[in-house]
């Protein structure tokens, strides 16, 4: 298959071009940030951090609500920059992208300080003794945030105004091949009155994320590829900055027998073609129960068949083109590959041939099995592939025959037959009868396990990793010795064999048979 040559992303100048995929024409130039020029920016972000530490989480939220009114008001114009400079339909930048933001913004700023509250911990019969235990949580201070190009408004804003509302300032590298929108986030901030170096934005490429791990920023929140997640783990680890690695999947959909059909049908097709499979949790498995597979997979095909494919700033646009020529590679090497290995293609298959940009027609495959490269390996792209299963055990056994862990979706009536299969899947998102959506929520975790990644985002969850929990102990009564101290003789050795029989059984009960020994140190002769 012949693909397009758009002209190279990265050119020899310190600039990077944004391109629009779906008509190959320049949409402007950023910089290409420097070692030197990241340094300088985490130096002024770590300046800027400490008098914005210090400000209440409602002083923050005042900002972050401001950038919010502003996001509202131009979504149109941001929608249009997003659609331009991803390909994607402008009306999935709405609803994928400024939706989410615009929700995390809102309960961020209003939610922060209350799930960051001191916490007071139960320390049992320490408790009895006059201790107490608390943990405050601290910013951690500059927080690097590495995002790829697929989400590029949503995925880095979310994490932006987390970080921004735990106490921290950013320092911010966006996908190389999607600078603009990054700027426009930056620019969105600094007119709601954020201070200056609290967001920086350094545009560049893989050397500038690099560069921003070296300048030793307190915490990396990387999100992208399994392979660039590792370099950056590694890199990371020279310095013991602690990474949260939010990375690809391989996510399946279970539809059983007793699914509502026709909806599942619809789900399998959002999940697997919106922002042309171009997501972390796109559906990129499919696996349905024989006795309902013929149907469903006529619906899948109609549903298809039915999508309309063209420049995503057109309102009628269901399926945008692909953001880069690498990804659309990948999807038609994987497409041919599994052809060649006896898959049939029920729709799609190739590029779209009245379509001049990077487009690739929403697929979907049969005859498919895990020996070929589109059952294993991440595609991100508009491709479906439709297995069958016999029962329950086979359903959890294939879902789980991944490298991957990211998102995974069962389709039922019956919600405690759901339960039970999603509480068997590995992946750090398992919903029933819903697809993809979840990283919309707010307040909700976010994260893989095996390859997709470690850590959290968004939720509780994610807006502690943002943050330095530390243990405040205090004892009240400050006027006696504790049992354990100098001086140890044959009573205390006594005293602390009782301790280890009663004491360790959190008995208050147990413990009190002690009491006579324990005045006595604590009073008498020690
Ligand atoms: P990528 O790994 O190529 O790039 C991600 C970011 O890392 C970019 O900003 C890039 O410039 C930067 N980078 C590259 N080399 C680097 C290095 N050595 N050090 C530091 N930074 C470096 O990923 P991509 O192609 O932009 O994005 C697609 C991938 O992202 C897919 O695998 C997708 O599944 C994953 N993704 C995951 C999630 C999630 O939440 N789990 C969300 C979106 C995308």
Sequence with gaps: MSV?????????????????????????????????????????????????????????????????????????????????????????????????????????????????????????QYGMMGRSSRIVFKPLGVIGIISPWNFPLATPADEVVMALMAGNAVVLKPSELTPLIALKIGELFSRAGLPEGLLEIVTGDGTTGAALIDARVDKIMFTGSVATGKRVAEAAAKYLTPVVLELGGKDPMIVLEDADLANAARGAVWGAFANAGQACASVERCYVQEAIAPRFIEQVVAETKALKQGVGTDEAVDIGAMSNERQLRIVAEQVNDAQQHGARVLTGGQRAANLKGLFYEPTILTGVDHRMAIMRDETFGPVLPVMTFKTDDEAVELANDSVYGLTASVWTRNIARGRRIAERIEAGTVMVNEVVYTHGIAQTPWGGVKDSGYGRTHGRMGLLELVSPRHIHVNRLSFLPDLWWFRYSRQAGRLFGGLARRFTTGSLLHTSLLLPQIIRRLFGRR
């Design 4 to 124: 397009q040559t758009l002209p190279s992303q990265v050119e020899q100048s310190r600039e990077i071009v944004s391109y629009d995929p779906a008509t190959g024409e320049e949409l402007g130039r950023a910089t290409l940030c420097s070692p030197e020029a990241v340094k300088q920016a985490v130096n002024r972000a770590r300046t800027a951090q400490l008098a914005w530490a210090a400000l209440s989480f409602r002083q923050r939220a005042r900002i972050i609500l401001r950038a919010r009114k502003l996001m509202l008001s131009e979504r149109d114009e941001i929608a249009r920059l997003v659609s331009r400079e991803t390909g994607k339909p402008a009306a999935e930048a709405v609803s994928m992208e400024i939706v989410p933001t615009l929700d995390a913004m809102h309960y961020f700023a209003h939610a922060s300080e209350n799930l960051l509250r001191p916490q007071k911990i139960d320390i049992g």
